[in-house]
């Protein structure tokens, strides 16, 4: 089975700091992987995924994550916070061996993100 | 394209009546979910579909039921509300040329009281 965390239910930044929201993953083979990103009373909206080839991933917004096998990790990071990427955002993994189902997607519970001005 | 649309935006129903929840997708994706949406708790899987004519249930089934009859249309159908049914509903949809990356629509806030 698949499962995802992520191990931060919140994460506050200043803005123009760094940010890093994290993500684990648990498959029984290779992964894909996802992040979306909520805004308030809004749908979700892809961010960015890794599927194979470079382990950094580049995405929208300026956005990026880093995919570490031997970790299981699949972190999203951003080099200099906005206060407008204050948002929910979701991690999300799909196991490519998962036989008949592995199209499907298991979501991780969400991390708020808050950029303080 | 329109992408994924879902109707309502909004309802409230009281304990017992039936519902329907409308979603459509113009991208002529294969598969199309369901999820619900609550504190804490993720995106759940309530329901999901590889193509018309085939459903099938996910991580919380019970209380809805799901059909598919086209590729473009994917209902979900609560039978008899329940206030563990309050929630925000998405209806998403993918395909296999993108790994299955889920395209995801507007939402629906239900309220069962």
Known sequence: ?117 | NAGVTQTPKFQVLKTGQSMTLQCAQDMNHEYMSWYRQDPGMGLRLIHYSVGAGITDQGEVPNGYNVSRSTTEDFPLRLLSAAPSQTSVYFCASSYEGRGYEQYFGPGTRLTVT
Do not use: M
Not at chain 1, 30 to 42: C, E, G, I, T
């Open chain 1, 1 to 117: 089975a698949q499962s995802v965390a992520q191990p931060e239910d919140q994460v506050n930044v200043a803005e123009g700091n760094p940010l890093t929201v994290k993500c684990t993953y648990s498959v029984s083979g290779n992964p894909y992987l996802f992040w979306y990103v909520q805004y308030p009373n809004r749908g979700l909206q892809f961010l960015l995924k890794y599927i194979t080839g470079d382990n950094l991933v580049k995405g929208s917004y300026g956005f990026e994550a880093e995919f570490n096998k031997s970790q299981t990790s699949f972190h999203l990071k951003k080099p200099s916070a906005l206060v407008s990427d204050s948002a929910l955002y979701f991690c999300a993994v799909r196991d490519l061996n998962s036989g008949g189902s592995n199209y499907k997607l298991t979501f991780g519970k969400g991390t708020l993100l808050t950029v303080n001005p």
